[in-house]
């Protein structure tokens, strides 16, 4: 059998190609673990499934810093420049470090448009 690794991986896979039988797919999965007598791989691969279950939904929030309180207004226009639905939420935090501008972090990606950072693009253009 596989590891519980790529156990995992591979029942990922087959939810995400078959999203209406994932009840079919657990079923012959466990009795594939029952059959090959590797039923103690089950704790492991539940596991792992948690875990990226876990990050799958922290990247899949958005998670947005500004320097200061905004309008939501303008909480959607970020969400439209990022191509997030206006109907997500989005975690808001205040950080008076960035200078002004704002920070978004969606589905593992940092979009930085804050004065903080267009400080430090200048100071590495100037050095060169």
């Known amino acids: 059998m596989f590891s519980a690794e ?6 990922i896979e087959f939810d ?7 009840s079919q797919i657990v079923e012959i999965f466990i009795d594939s673990l029952k059959n090959n007598k590797e039923m ?19 990247q899949d929030k958005l ?12 909480i959607e226009k970020i969400k439209k420049l990022i191509g997030v639905s206006n109907k997500s939420d989005a975690e808001i935090e205040i950080d008076k470090e960035i200078k002004g ?11 930085d448009a804050s004065v903080k950072n267009q400080f ?7 050095k060169e």
């Open 16 to 22: 995400k190609q078959y999203p209406r039988k994932t």
């Open 6 to 11: 790529k156990t995992t991986q591979t029942l």
């Open 101 to 111: 501008g704002f920070i978004a972090h969606y589905q593992g990606v940092i979009f």
């Open 40 to 58: 103690y791989q089950l704790s492991s691969i539940i596991q792992l499934l948690e875990r990226k279950a876990q990050r799958q939904g922290k």
């Open 63 to 74: 998670h947005i810093t500004l320097f200061e309180s905004v309008s939501q207004g303008v």
């Open 120 to 126: 430090v693009k200048l100071k590495n253009v100037l």
